[in-house]
């Protein structure tokens, strides 16, 4: 069974560039969360979809979207990039929503560094 | 306000037994997990409490006092693989912040 899947793996921007990063759950995962890690600040939640609909969301501000479409891939959206935003972004997947304390598998991250 | 506490960093050697302290101050508390993370790799899910009491899987344990905000994660027979990051987050079951990491515990194992 495949793992979960990020891409792109690196990537480079300028401040005020959006920016779309891809996952791709395992088969059969209804949920997908999203968490930026840096490290000043630790792992962050940033939202997590489940079914296409978004059932938690973070502290982060509405610069950070997603969206989860019907074969359960996920896409999260920054717009408007900081030099803040410069993290590893990590998603995983797991059958149920969090709150059922299904095991969660991260995908490797996407690596964004913001110039 | 939430907050999630755990040590910055630990050591220990091979074949002994460590305990990762997590102490928790959260609203709608609904469950608390438990992530292992090697340095340059994705977090690894380790275990899930919701209910008091001690949950073992393999060498590792894990324990939550929901009435005391606490939970320690165990690690027996601790091998030099086991050197890396616990992470140690709670869920919420209300709108807004719904998982909350602490900063994590750097374990290091030596021999």
């Known amino acids: 069974k495949a793992g979960v899947t990020q891409t792109p793996r690196y990537l480079i921007k300028t401040r005020g560039q959006q920016v779309t990063l891809s996952c791709s759950p395992i088969?059969?995962?209804?949920?997908v969360s999203w968490y930026q890690q840096t490290p000043g600040q630790g792992l962050q939640f940033l939202f997590e979809?489940?079914?296409?609909?978004?059932?938690n969301k973070g502290n982060f501000p509405g610069r950070f979207s997603g969206r989860q479409f019907s074969n359960s891939r996920s896409e999260m959206n920054v717009s408007t990039l900081e030099l803040g935003d410069s993290a590893l972004y990590l998603c995983a997947s797991s059958l149920d929503w969090q709150g059922a304390g299904n095991e969660q598998f991260f995908g490797p991250g996407t690596r964004l560094t913001v110039l | 306000g939430q907050n999630i506490d755990q040590p910055t960093e630990m050591t220990a050697t091979e074949g002994a037994i460590v305990q990762i302290n997590c102490t928790y101050q959260?609203?709608?508390?609904?469950?608390l997990f438990w992530y292992q993370q090697h340095a340059g790799e994705a977090p690894t899910f380790l275990s899930y409490n919701v209910l008091d009491g001690l949950e073992e899987k393999g060498r590792f344990s894990s324990f939550l006092s929901r009435s005391k905000g606490y939970s320690y994660l165990l690690l027996k027979e601790l091998q030099m693989k086991d050197s890396a990051s616990y992470l140690c987050?709670?869920?919420?079951?209300?709108?807004?912040?719904?998982?909350?990491f602490g900063k994590g515990t750097t374990l290091s194992v030596s021999s």
């Open positions: 979809y489940f079914s296409e609909t978004q059932r």
């Open positions: 959260t609203s709608g508390f609904n469950g």
């Open positions: 987050a709670v869920i919420r079951n209300q709108a807004g912040t719904a998982l909350i």
């Open positions: 088969s059969g995962h209804r949920s």
